[in-house]
């Protein structure tokens, strides 16, 4: 599929990654309508028209697809009445990657039996509770330490590692208190020891073959990710098995874009963790580390534009700027502080309001070797401060 260009392109989900793909999306001349459920989202800032909207309410949805009348549609978040989609599929707009594929990947259950059941592949140790005494049920079964996560939120929020039983009521609370959308449904899943964590930016297009970016290492606390540097440091072997894995989700899913695939790389094994089908926080490190960034590769796999080489230009790292306070009047010192190094280079997106660890910013480094890198872009954040 290749598409002459302009594109109207509808963005269900306006954050920071949703701006960056606005931006790439009109230096090639698209118009973009992004939507969120709150005004004045990043992406709101950055686009041709938006709207506001609950985006679990089909007559919503309905309502700004007539109106706009959108030639594709991409969605950025989980909380979407997916089964909508459908319907708009049917109807002649292209969803990214695929409706169907929304639908699959917008609960971490559905992503986790794909994998598990249908395609063999190794994951953590699983199970599901719509219940705290489901949940200590589960979590006995499965052992100490497990993790416990909503089957729906974003960017990890609602995460907690159990270490033992008296753990679990609490664990419980704080996932259904972060789930997104409907659900009250959570997912305890085996502790994996690893070495690594990784997500490799899986590439799949509409007429040439799935491509991949350099694996990508990050950190995460609370569930969510708080560093990101490239390349990370894995063997060529355990590359090629993540690679073999991500193909075999993603032919599974259909459609075109990019899939933020995650991975738990041990001593002897690679397991398979998440999937989101979209640009991934972790992937802002391609802001600096590439030549063509993880949402300008989102953007020319869905209009069917080819891409030709990606070039990963040396070791770099992402550190998150983060609120620590609840705030409705956002400001920033130090911005100049942290951008008085080489290299180095800064994203503030533009949030309206702020409260405590939300991501604000992202500062962006390189150096010699990823450890520098590392230290770079953390010494810049922090020198950011949000008054």
Known sequence: MSIKLPQKLM?????????????????????????????????????????????????????????HQPDIIIPEIEAIRTEKLIE????GITVIPTAAATNYTMNRDRIRELAHQELGIRTAKYGYATTLEELIKVSDEIGFANVVKPVMSSSGKGQSVVQDKSEVDKAWNYAIANSRGDSQKVIAEEFINFEIEITLLTIKQWNAPTIFCSPIGHRQERGDYQESWQPAEISDDKILKAQEIAIKVTDALG????????????????????????????????????????FELHLRAILGLPIPHIEQLGASASAVILASEKSDSIAFSGVADALSEKDVDIRLFGKPNAHPYRRMGVALAKDVDVQKAREKATKAANKITII
């Not at 708009?88 to 109807?91: A, N, P, T, V």
């Open 11 to 67: 963005l269900l989900g306006s954050g920071e990654l949703g701006k960056e793909f606005a931006i790439a999306a009109q230096r090639l001349g698209n118009y973009v309508i992004a939507v969120d459920r709150y005004t004045n989202a990043p992406a709101m800032q950055v686009a041709d028209a938006y709207e506001v909207i609950s985006m679990l309410s089909a007559d919503d949805l309905e309502a700004v697809v007539r109106k």
């Open 88 to 91: 708009f599929e049917q109807r």
């Open 255 to 294: 459609g075109a874009g990019i899939f933020g695939v995650e991975f738990f790389i041990t001593k002897d094994e690679v397991i398979f963790s998440e999937l989101s089908p979209r640009p991934h926080d972790t992937g802002m490190v391609t802001l600096i580390s590439q030549n063509l960034n993880e």
